[in-house]
């Protein structure tokens, strides 16, 4: 089973978008991986819990490198062209449907 820091660096070594990311948001995540790997291997009871809290930064850093599944859907949603009318576009919005 690979670990939470090494399954990190694969993500961020295959991330298409890496060049664009700022090495300030990447930083941060290395840290935050070895802590969460460390309390999985070493940590027991409320100090493994307490580590676990920071799995959302994790995935945060992950989802600003569009690396989760979720976000690469959301980026392509955006960026994909609306068609239809004002009225169609507005409807969508508001019922969480494409137009």
């Known amino acids: 089973m690979a670990g939470i820091v090494e399954a990190f660096e694969e993500t961020v070594g295959s991330c298409e978008h890496a060049e664009e990311v700022d090495a300030a948001l990447i930083e941060p995540g290395r840290p935050t991986a070895a802590r969460l790997q460390y309390a999985v291997e070493n940590a027991e009871g409320a100090e493994l819990t ?11 850093v992950l989802r600003e490198m569009r690396t989760p ?29 494409a137009s």
Not at 50 to 60: E, G, I, R, Y
């Open 50 to 60: 307490k580590t676990l809290h920071l799995m959302p930064h994790l995935m945060n």
């Open 69 to 97: 599944p979720a976000a690469r859907v959301a980026v392509s949603t955006q960026a994909a062209p609306r068609t239809g009318s004002k009225l169609d576009q507005l409807r969508g919005e508001l019922w969480g449907q």
